[in-house]
Structures are given as structure tokens and as C-alpha cells.
């Protein structure tokens, strides 16, 4: 994402409606988890001539509710947040947002990564009954 327009309010929202992305008036970035807000940082975002890369990472099988939600800004985690509501249970997802909105969930590449695997050791069999007919 890049700033334009410093100082007022902006939302990105999530083609599903649920986890907006909201640059506030005070330069600081929250995220709203189905409504509410979840986090919001102390960090402040006032680069007006860079692109910025948030990952927002919401895994509930973590046993530390901290870790539950993480965001990373350009790669690093952001760990000072004002605002702190870590939601119960939710799937585990990954939100990217960077040049535009990209959200992608990792059941999808969990999916995909599965399909593959299955479709490397068909190929390994097939291969080897090959091998055995022509013998």
C-alpha cells in the first residue's frame, strides 16, 4: 500500500467484508477482525513516497493469544500495538496487503501443496510399473 493523502482516515477492505485494513487519522494502521478491532499500531505510517507490505498472519491454534494475530510491516513483526483484542477461534489465514489488496488464505497453497505431492508420487508409481513391464 502507499500513502497519499497523511492525516485522514482510509479503509481497505477484504473482498469477504471482514477484515478491513484501516489507516487511521493519527497515521496509525488497525485491523478489524470480524467488526472488531484487533489491533491497532503504535507505529505510525507517514511515508508518503514508499510502498508499505503488511502480512496479517491469524492463527487461533496458537496457545498464546498474542500470537494468535501477528503483523508484519515490509517483513518485520510488529509487536507495540495501542489496542490489543485477540479474538477466541478463527481459521488460520494469511492477509497480504501490498500494491492493492491481496488477500490469500493458506488452505488454498496448504490445498495446493497437497495436490502436488500427490500428483509427484502418482507420477513415481506410474513410473515404476513402467519400469516393471519393461523388465
Known amino acids: 500500500m502507499k500513502r497519499n493523502n497523511i ?4 479503509d481497505f477492505v477484504s473482498f469477504r467484508q471482514d477484515v478491513p485494513f484501516i489507516m487511521n487519522a493519527d497515521n496509525t494502521l488497525s485491523i478489524a477482525l ?9 507505529r505510525t505510517f507517514e511515508d508518503t513516497s514508499k510502498w508499505y507490505h503488511f502480512v496479517l498472519r491469524v492463527d487461533s491454534s496458537q496457545s498464546t493469544a498474542d500470537d494468535r494475530i501477528r503483523l508484519y510491516v515490509d517483513g518485520d513483526q510488529i509487536t507495540s500495538f495501542s489496542t490489543t483484542n485477540n479474538p477466541y477461534k478463527m481459521k488460520r489465514q494469511i492477509y497480504t496487503l501490498s500494491r492493492g489488496i491481496l488477500f490469500l488464505e493458506i488452505f488454498m497453497v496448504v490445498l495446493i501443496i497437497q495436490m502436488l505431492t500427490l500428483l509427484k508420487l502418482i507420477m513415481l508409481m506410474v513410473k ?3 519400469q516393471i513391464h519393461l523388465v
Request: aromatic share 6%; hydrophobic share 30%; glycine share 12%.
Open 7 to 10: 492525516g485522514s482516515r482510509m
Open 128 to 130: 515404476a510399473m513402467v
Open 34 to 42: 470480524f467488526g472488531d478491532t484487533s489491533r491497532t499500531t503504535n
